[in-house]
């Protein structure tokens, strides 16, 4: 980090697929994992930590953020959410609910026109 470069070999990792579900002949039922570097996986891990401790320290991480957070889990921000919306149930107050999806979202967009809206 000193000198502002990152060694090639850390750069460089082995692609192995693993098998999702389906139909063992299809390539969309794999998924690929890459094999990297333990020393750049440490370093990720370093800068990661660095990164959320800083985002913390001056409030840039929302209260309502549960998931890649420790001891926060996505599981936690549902009941959290419930907990909220009881309060204001009981207080007879209104409470704005929003729901986003966002499982796969490449899987439904068309590619040929967001490569054309990226390029543009």
Not at 13 to 41: D, E, H, M, Q
Not at 63 to 70: C, D, N, S, T
Not at 79 to 108: G, M, R
């Amino acid at each position: 980090m000193s000198v502002g470069k990152v060694p090639d070999g850390w750069r460089t990792a082995v692609i192995t697929p693993l098998f999702k579900k389906g139909a063992s002949t299809l390539p969309s039922n794999y998924r690929p994992i890459s094999l990297t570097s333990i020393f750049s996986k440490l370093m990720e891990r370093v800068i990661a930590l660095d990164l959320v401790s800083y985002l913390k320290k001056y409030g840039r991480i929302a209260k309502e953020q549960h998931g890649f957070l420790a001891r926060r889990l996505t599981t936690s921000n549902p009941l959290e959410s419930l907990n909220d919306w009881t309060i204001n149930v009981d207080n007879k107050q209104h409470q704005p609910v929003a729901y986003v999806n966002f499982a796969k979202p490449f899987d439904s967009v068309s590619h040929n026109k967001l490569l054309l809206k990226l390029s543009g």
